[in-house]
C-alpha cells in the first residue's frame, strides 16, 4: 500500500504484532515495570500476629489506671512467650507482638516508671493501641492481578507476602539500527561530510525509558546487500526492528531493496508530516518499522507510530499516549496542506510552540511535550485557536 493515514498505520502494524505470551520468572527485586503473568494471592494474615503499634507497655485494659509491674521487656522480632498477669505489665516496642494476656498498649511517654514498676495515670480502652493479625492483607486477599504492571508498592506487597520470585511476560525483543554512510558515532572524530548519529541515541533513550532493553545493532552501511544480511541474520532473536534512514527516493535510500531482498512491504508512505517516507514491512516472525533518517522526522514517528505497537507486545496500555485539546499561546505561520505534527510544549490548556520546525531538527524540540495534530488543509494557526494535541 502507498500513502496510508496515520491511524491505518498503526492498525496495519499492531494487526502484525501480537501480545507476547512468554513467561519467564524473575527475581521480584527485577521485576519492576514488568506485567506479571499470574494472580498471587496472600497465603497467610499480615501482619502475622497482633503487634504493637509504639513503643510502650501491654498490659490489661481492665486495671487501668493503676500501678503495674514490669515483667519484661519485648522488641521487634523477639517473641514473648511467657505470662503476664494481672496487674503486671510488658515492655514493648513498636512491632513486637503483643502478649494473649494484654489488650491494650500504652506510650511509654504516659507512664511515670518508678524501678520495676510503672503507674499508669488514665483509663485505657480494650484494644487502645492495638494491631490485629491480618488488619493489613488478609489471607486469600489478590496482591497482584495477571496483566497489571510491577509498580513498587506491588512489589513491597508481593514481599510482604515471603514471595521471592514472580512469573511475568517477557519483554518484546526490540533491534534498532540507524542507516546511513555520513553517520559516525559521538566517540570518533568528526570529519569533512560526517555527522554525528543522534536518532540511535534518540531510540535507546526512549526505548529504555520505557522500561525496554533494546539490542543496539549500531550503523549499517547504505549498502542494501550488506544491510539485509546483517538483519536477516537476526530474524529469529527480534520481534521489532526500529530503523532511521534510507526511506525515501534518494540513491541511497536502501531500505526498499533491503525490503524486497528479505521481506515483505505492508505499506510505504503514512499522509503526514514530517517523516512521511515510513516504511511498515515484516521478515520471518519480526516487524520492521523503518522510519525516515531526519531527527524530528524520526522522532515524531517513533511516538507516532511505533508506541501502539510496543503498547499491543508488552501488554502495557499507559505506552499509548494520551490526546488533549489547547489552546495556542504562538502561532504557526504556514499553511498545512498535509496533516502536519508540530512539537510543542502544554502548559496548563496553553500550548506554545517553538520558532523553528524543521524536521531536521531536534534542538527546538528538546523542551516540548507533545506534538499539535494540524489536519489537512489547515490555514496558519494563529494565537487563541484551539487545537488538538498528542501528549508524550
Ligand atoms: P535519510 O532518511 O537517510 O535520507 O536521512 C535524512 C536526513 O537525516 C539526512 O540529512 C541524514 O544525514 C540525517 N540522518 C539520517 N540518519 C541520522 C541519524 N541516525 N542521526 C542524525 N541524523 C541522521
Ligand atoms: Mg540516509
Request: hydrophobic share 40%; proline share 5%; net charge negative.
Amino acid at each position: 500500500m502507498d500513502g496510508v493515514s496515520l491511524e491505518t498505520a498503526i492498525e496495519l502494524l499492531t494487526s502484525k504484532v501480537a501480545a507476547i505470551s512468554e513467561v519467564e520468572e524473575l527475581p521480584l527485586s527485577t521485576a519492576v515495570g514488568r506485567i506479571a503473568a499470574e494472580n498471587y494471592h496472600a497465603t497467610f494474615d499480615n501482619p502475622p500476629f497482633d503487634r504493637s503499634p509504639l513503643d510502650g507497655y501491654a498490659l490489661n485494659s481492665s486495671d487501668t489506671p493503676g500501678k503495674f509491674s514490669v515483667v519484661g521487656e519485648e522488641c521487634a522480632g523477639d517473641f514473648f512467650d511467657g505470662t503476664v498477669p494481672r496487674g503486671a505489665a510488658l515492655r514493648i516496642m513498636t512491632g513486637a507482638a503483643i502478649p494473649r494476656d494484654c489488650d491494650c498498649v500504652i506510650r511509654q511517654e504516659d507512664v511515670t516508671v518508678d524501678g520495676e514498676n510503672i503507674f499508669v495515670p488514665i483509663k485505657l480502652r480494650h484494644h487502645e493501641n492495638y494491631c490485629f493479625a491480618g488488619e493489613d492483607i488478609r489471607s486469600g486477599a489478590l496482591l497482584c492481578a495477571a496483566g497489571l504492571k510491577l509498580t513498587a508498592a506491588r512489589i513491597a506487597i508481593l514481599a510482604s507476602q515471603g514471595v521471592a520470585t514472580i512469573k511475568v511476560y517477557r519483554r518484546p525483543r526490540i533491534a534498532i539500527a540507524s542507516t546511513g554512510d555520513e553517520l559516525i558515532e559521538p566517540n570518533e572524530k568528526l570529519s569533512a561530510g560526517k555527522i554525528y548519529n543522534s536518532n540511535l541515541y534518540l531510540l535507546t533513550a526512549r526505548l529504555i525509558e520505557m522500561g525496554f532493553e533494546p539490542k543496539v545493532l549500531g550503523i549499517l552501511s547504505d549498502d542494501a546487500d550488506v544491510c539485509a544480511d546483517k538483519i536477516f541474520s537476526m530474524r529469529n532473536d527480534i520481534d521489532l526492528l526500529i530503523t532511521t534512514g534510507g526511506v525515501s527516493v534518494g540513491k541511497k535510500d536502501i531500505m526498499h531493496d533491503v525490503v524486497k531482498k528479505i521481506g515483505e512491504k505492508i505499506f510505504w508512505r503514512v499522509l503526514m508530516k514530517p517523516g512521511a517516507p515510513v516504511i511498515g514491512w515484516t521478515c520471518g516472525k519480526f516487524l520492521g518499522v523503518a522510519l525516515s533518517g531526519n531527527p524530528f522526522a524520526a522522532y515524531a514517528t517513533f511516538e507516532l507510530l511505533t508506541r501502539p505497537v510496543l503498547s499491543k507486545m508488552s501488554r502495557r496500555d499507559e505506552l499509548m499516549y494520551k490526546r488533549g485539546r489547547g489552546i495556542l499561546a504562538d502561532e504557526f505561520p504556514k499553511r498545512s496542506p498535509s496533516r502536519r505534527f508540530i512539537r510543542a510544549r502544554v502548559e496548563g490548556d496553553k500550548i506554545f510552540l517553538p520558532s523553528r520546525h524543521e524536521s531536521g531538527s531536534l534542538y527546538s524540540a528538546v523542551d516540548c511535550n507533545a506534538f499539535v495534530d494540524i489536519p489537512a488543509g489547515s490555514e496558519p494557526l494563529k494565537i487563541g485557536n484551539e487545537v488538538e494535541t498528542i501528549l508524550l
